[in-house]
């Protein structure tokens, strides 16, 4: 199965290094601090450090959109959670609404499954999105599509 990555990281740094976890926007960077925030959250799992993909190849954000066939990453690796909290954890930020923060984080936790376990149960989510707890070789890297 094929996952897809958008980003705007530099062509050749993605053919010399494949995708990283620090390679992040300023958005997803928003949004970790609040969902690392919560006591509740998976202490084993720093989104900071993560690679996230989608099952879909949408060209709406990024210069790039990278695609791996998830069979090379190690099963363990991969999780989902629901994408959809996370865009409400960013638009409760940039409407000043932070009392809604505890609870648009505890959803999206609550949502994390494992790859393999979302898969099988076919879990109805907003928009899912794929959390990859390693970083991606460039040898792993199927191919490289400029939006």
């Known amino acids: 199965m094929f996952l897809y990555h958008k980003t705007d990281v530099p062509l050749d740094l993605i053919k010399k290094e494949g995708l990283r976890g620090w390679h992040k926007s300023e958005d997803t960077e928003i949004i970790n601090k609040v969902l690392n925030k919560l006591d509740s959250h998976p202490n084993w799992l720093d989104r900071n450090g993560c690679v996230f993909f989608h099952f879909d190849k949408e060209p709406a954000f990024g210069e790039y959109i990278v695609t791996v066939d998830s069979s090379v990453i190690d099963e363990s690796s991969l999780?989902?959670?629901?994408?959809?909290?996370?865009?409400?954890?960013?638009?409760?930020?940039?409407?000043?609404?932070?009392?809604?923060?505890?609870?648009?984080?505890?959803?999206?936790?609550?949502?994390?499954?494992?790859?393999?376990?979302?898969?099988?149960?076919?879990?109805?989510y907003q928009q899912p999105e794929v959390l990859c707890l390693c970083d991606i070789s460039p040898e792993w890297i199927c191919f490289i599509e400029q939006v």
């Open 79 to 124: 999780f989902v959670a629901d994408e959809g909290y996370a865009q409400e954890i960013f638009n409760a930020i940039y409407y000043g609404k932070e009392e809604t923060f505890y609870d648009l984080a505890r959803k999206y936790w609550d949502s994390l499954k494992k790859f393999k376990d979302y898969l099988c149960l076919k879990t109805d």
